[in-house]
């Protein structure tokens, strides 16, 4: 028997137990390895399951300070050095807004570099004792006493409001008083207005008198001069003396223009005087070539007889805000006629007359607060820095006072004047430039030079337009709000500051 036979004979359990165990490997391996594969793609489902569940990114984002663009997002996850870099490009950020907010405001009041470099002083108050004015809760000291708000309000109003009225007006006559002197030049103040006609170097043509005796010396001395002896002068000889009078009487015109830029005295200022009335909305004057509008006065003593201010803060406030916005017209006039650091003479200048400069009139502050068109929009006052919404019914820019507008105030003012034609387009871009306002309305009209030579007016060479020109006007409520008083807040909706705040 072979051998190997034999030996497997008599050891077969173990052939076969090595048979079981060798053809089991294959078949295990087979099975093992799909095994943990599939545990694997399990696992690996738990796992990314697990982690995108617990996965954390956050959105760091930096608000675009240009009004209507996207703010910039990104998302990452937690990140410390992103997180530290965000940080530091909000909070630079945020000081270059201030910065420029600063700016603005400082601009808009009249001071620093930007306003000094287009010949712009600051808005100061003639009477900073008198705005803001006192507070309520002075008011209500004074007129109650330890009284708290409750009891106050729980007394009968005819016994309130004037309780209130003369704490208001014992708190505030003397500096009420003050006012009314600087505006009327009273009690030995300086004239405002006469002030702000030198400001703009203005002057008058010489009195037709004083012309006419220059003009009568001098021919009398050349007829002297070529009648020698008495005779008649003959055709020729007359029309020599005709000619040197008319040469004689332009020399004083001319000569006058030397030492002033343009034509403009005090009766240009406001409304004109004959259009004003008593009575109504305190003599607010007619209307004008401006529309709808009606020029505000000046000030003076027959305003104030007329309509009383010692018991409305209100006007005196619109009248310092009325200087505000004349000064302002008055730098840009400066502004170009001026060559090489010197004022120009008339002939040379770009404005060389203004016929009138007012503001027109404010219905939120002429108005009772009742009855203004204040009263018509919403009643609580939109928050600081919400989005103010253009309204171009109100005018081309769609800017406009409104309690909706928590922001900033609009006021016009009027400007007719006669200007250079060439040169008008230099004089619109100074009055954008000298402050925050914007050109609505150009009138133009033909002048007749000849006309207003004769009665001293000398223009020069070049021709010119008569332009009357209504000017916008913004005012940041940042700066202007802390000056206001209580009756002029709540005019316009403006809130009065937290205790915190103050």
Same mark, same amino acid.
């Given at each position: ?156 109003? #005819?016994?309130?409001?004037?309780? *209130? &009225?003369? $704490? ?6 003397? +500096? =009420?008083?003050?006012?009314? @002197? ?109 529309? #709808?509008?009606?020029?505000?006065? *000046? &000030?003076? $003593? ?6 009383? +201010? =010692?018991?409305?803060?209100? @006007? ?127 009138? =133009? ?58």
């Amino acid at each position: 028997m072979n051998p190997a036979l034999n030996w497997t004979k008599k050891n077969w359990p173990v052939i076969v137990s090595g048979v079981v165990i060798l053809g089991s490997l294959p078949t295990a391996w087979y099975f093992s390895n799909n095994w943990n594969k599939k545990i694997k793609e399990d696992t690996e489902k738990v796992a990314t399951k697990d982690f995108n569940g617990t996965k954390v990114s956050i959105e760091y984002g930096v608000p675009n300070p240009i009004s209507g663009e996207p703010n910039y997002t990104f998302k990452y996850a937690p990140n410390e050095e992103i997180t530290k870099r965000f940080v530091e490009i909000k909070n630079e950020l945020a000081k270059q807004a201030k910065a420029v907010i600063d700016r603005v405001n400082a601009f808009n009041r009249g001071v620093g570099a930007d306003a000094q470099g287009v010949g712009r002083a600051e808005h100061a108050l003639l009477v900073p004792e008198l705005f803001p004015g006192p507070t309520q809760a002075q008011i209500d000291q004074k007129a109650f006493g330890g009284m708290d708000a409750p009891a106050i309000q729980a007394l009968p109003q #005819d016994k309130r409001d004037p309780a *209130i &009225a003369k $704490a208001l007006r014992d708190l505030t006559e003397n +500096a =009420l008083r003050e006012m009314v @002197d600087k505006l009327t030049a009273n009690r030995n103040y300086p004239d405002l207005y006469t002030a702000m006609v030198r400001q703009a170097n203005a002057g008058e043509p010489p009195a037709a008198s004083d012309v006419l005796a220059s003009v009568q010396d001098r021919v009398a001395r050349e007829i002297e001069r070529i009648g020698a002896g008495g005779r008649e002068l003959t055709p020729e000889e007359r029309v020599v003396v005709s000619k040197l009078a008319q040469e004689t009487r332009m020399a004083r015109y001319q000569g006058a223009t030397k030492g002033f830029s343009l034509y403009m005295n005090q009766a240009s200022l406001g409304a004109p005087v004959a259009a004003n009335t008593p009575g109504g909305q305190g003599g607010r004057g007619a209307p004008t070539s401006s529309g #709808d509008s009606l020029l505000r006065p *000046i &000030a003076s $003593a027959a305003v104030f007889r007329a309509t009383p +201010a =010692l018991e409305n803060d209100r @006007d005196l406030f619109l009248y310092q805000w009325d200087l505000w916005m004349m000064s302002d017209v008055i730098a840009a006039v400066r502004m170009v006629n001026t060559e090489n650091g010197k004022p120009t003479a008339v002939e040379q200048s770009v404005v060389k007359r203004i016929d009138r400069l007012a503001a027109t009139s404010f219905a939120a502050l002429e108005m009772p607060v009742e009855t203004s068109s204040a009263s018509s929009l919403p009643v609580t006052p939109a928050t600081p820095g919400a989005e103010v919404k253009p309204d171009y019914k109100v005018s081309i820019t769609g800017r406009s006072t409104s309690m909706a507008n928590p922001d900033y105030d609009v006021r016009n003012v009027v400007l007719t004047a006669v200007v250079s034609s060439e040169r008008l387009p230099a004089f619109l871009d100074a009055l954008s430039r000298v402050n925050f306002n914007t050109v609505l309305q150009v009138q =133009l009209a033909d002048v007749d030079a000849k006309s207003d030579l004769e009665k001293g007016f000398y223009y020069g060479n070049e021709h010119v337009v008569r332009a009357t020109i209504t000017l916008e006007t913004v005012w940041l409520r940042q700066w202007m709000a802390p000056v206001m008083p209580a009756s002029v807040k709540k005019a316009l909706g403006v809130p009065e500051p937290t205790p915190e705040a103050k």
